[in-house]
């Protein structure tokens, strides 16, 4: 966009914001519902649990009881208040067999300790893999635009790719991948993709904290219980049998016995020039059951019709799901409750529409969409994005709420990744009346952007942004938000331990909820159509709709 053009766009938001004057939001209620929906009754809200029915059921009163209509499939020309998710779910089922092999002498792997393999989602009931020889292919990356394959054409039918988790110009920060920012190159599930489009046998992604941006217990919580996905017409095509991290330490010691240097190496798979390398005398093995059976999820959907324009929608979303039930911590505590993540996006809905059902109606329908089996994939809004109940088209934008901050108010608010379009510069304009400020994404190469729901509308081209609680509290500063923000990631973000807090005031997120009712309600309000910056990669996909929106 020129100045101009944005110097235009800007005044027009910032008189348009006025027209909306935003509630005031209860911070008890917000604690109240977190509380609930995070307790251990809900069971980690696991998608198809007790805890989905637990939680779908309590979502469908809290909307009945503020007054939306069911905005969700059609049954016998009436909506429903849920949208049928049909997943793909497979389990381990006992122990796995692991263990690797180094010059004839076999080594026993410890699931969760050494390694984390995931279920398959190939569809396999069982896996059976002996002596699979390893093979590393640096970051596991194919990308022509870029004149980048770290392939080379080496056979990987019945081997495992050993590959390194993110961009390989994460460590040097200049490149062709964006440098510190993530791509999609980066994040585990494109290793996964491209390894089977390799014809690999497995693929062992190398875990390391920094360019991982989680430690190893979110790694091994993540990955050894019941595994989903959508379902697909040939899974085998995006998904290798085996489907597994390792620890860093280990993968230097499988690299030492081969006679390698494991950060010699990496250094090289920072280059074009990188080639495959085997690791000579080592082989992979692994034996398990799995119990693999397609079930149904349910995203939940409430609506709120226009006054003028009906067929145009404004969604706020955020998933309801969690990990469930699954390994004990260190306490013995196996429910993994999701408080934050993402009992607080949750409840931020349940209080906008209740706003919203309170104020006079708008002109375009407004559509609270909570989504189920984020936490395995993104499914829940993939499903959604892929079979939308409303046109993608005609959807003027999507406000993602994901892992809101509980305590007090902040100075500032910042968005996952750092994408270009209106719908931001819009959120920065609006937040000024309150007197906030934006800050980037402060650590873009952990992938945000790809990490939360929205980005299952963004690549449609629908505009997308999740909001992020700020980190510059009014209490405490910079130092106080940073200290929280670390001390959630290392020792709560998808462990047991994230539960709700009775200190938490829950008043930064109240403040926040006016920001967005009003970015949302002046939308709604509007006949504007936010989008994409000129040189957005997702540009050209809402471009392809334009003729919906005349």
Avoid: C
């Avoid at 999820?297 to 006054?307: A, Q, W, Y």
């Amino acid at each position: 966009m020129k100045r101009l053009a944005l110097s235009v766009l800007a005044l027009s938001i910032a008189s348009a914001v006025m027209a909306i004057d935003a509630p005031t939001f209860d911070p008890h209620r917000l604690s109240t519902d977190v509380k609930t929906l995070s307790s251990d009754a809900f069971e980690g809200r696991g998608p198809a649990t007790a805890g989905e029915t637990k939680t779908i059921d309590y979502l469908i009163a809290q909307y009945k009881a503020a007054g939306l209509q069911p905005g969700g499939d059609l049954k016998n020309g009436k909506r429903a208040w849920t949208q049928a998710v049909p997943l793909l779910r497979a389990e381990i089922t006992g122990t796995p067999s692991l263990s690797v092999k180094l010059d004839g002498k076999s080594q026993t792997l410890t699931q969760g300790e050494q390694i984390a393999v995931r279920a398959p989602m190939d569809g396999s009931k069982s896996v059976s893999i002996a002596d699979a020889p390893l093979v590393f292919v640096g970051y596991g990356v194919k990308a022509p635009e870029r004149n980048w394959d770290d392939f080379k054409g080496v056979d990987l039918h019945g081997k495992i790719a050993v590959v390194l988790i993110n961009d390989p110009d994460f460590e040097t920060g200049v490149g062709d991948f964006g440098g510190k920012a993530m791509t999609y190159y980066g994040r585990w599930t494109y290793k996964y993709e491209e390894a089977a489009r390799q014809g690999a046998a497995g693929v062992l992604i190398v875990h390391e904290t920094e360019p991982a941006s989680y430690g190893w217990n979110t790694v091994k919580n993540s990955n050894t219980n019941a595994m989903f996905d959508i379902v697909r017409d040939k899974p085998s095509s995006v998904h290798p049998q085996v489907e597994a991290w390792i620890q860093r330490d280990f993968a230097v010691d499988l690299f030492k016995h081969a006679g390698l240097d494991f950060e010699a190496l990496k250094k090289q798979a920072q280059t074009r020039e990188f080639k495959p390398i085997v690791l000579k005398g080592e082989t992979f093995s692994a034996n398990y059951k799995v119990d693999s059976k397609v079930i149904t999820s349910h995203n939940v959907v409430g609506r709120i019709d226009g006054s003028k324009r009906p067929d145009e929608t404004v969604i706020y979303s955020a998933h309801w799901d969690h990990l469930g039930v699954g390994a004990p911590d260190a306490k013995g505590d196996r429910i993994y409750n999701g408080a934050v993540d993402n009992g607080t996006g949750t409840a931020a809905l349940i209080e906008l529409a209740r706003a919203f059902k309170k104020a006079p109606k708008p002109e375009r329908s407004i559509v609270f969409l909570n989504v189920t089996a984020e936490e395995k994939g993104l499914l829940g809004s993939e499903y959604y994005a892929a079979n939308p109940l409303y046109p993608l088209g005609k959807t003027v934008g999507v406000i993602n709420l994901d892992a809101l901050d509980p305590h007090g108010p902040a100075r500032n608010f910042t968005i996952s990744g750092s994408a270009k379009l209106d719908l931001l510069d819009e959120l920065i304009a609006t937040a000024k009346k309150w007197d906030l400020v934006y800050s980037p994404d402060p650590k873009p190469e952990a992938g945000h952007f790809f990490r939360s729901d929205h980005f299952s509308f963004a690549k449609r081209g629908v505009p997308a942004i999740s909001f992020g609680s700020g980190n510059d509290w009014v209490d405490g500063g910079l130092a106080a938000g940073k200290k929280a923000e670390d001390e959630y990631t290392d020792k709560h973000y998808h462990q047991p331990s994230d539960e709700w807090e009775a200190g938490w005031s829950f008043t930064g997120m109240a403040r926040d909820l006016q920001i967005l009712y009003t970015l949302g309600g002046d939308l709604a309000n509007s006949d504007r159509w936010p989008d994409w910056s000129k040189d957005s990669e997702f540009r050209a996909a809402r471009d392809a709709s334009a003729s919906e929106r005349k």
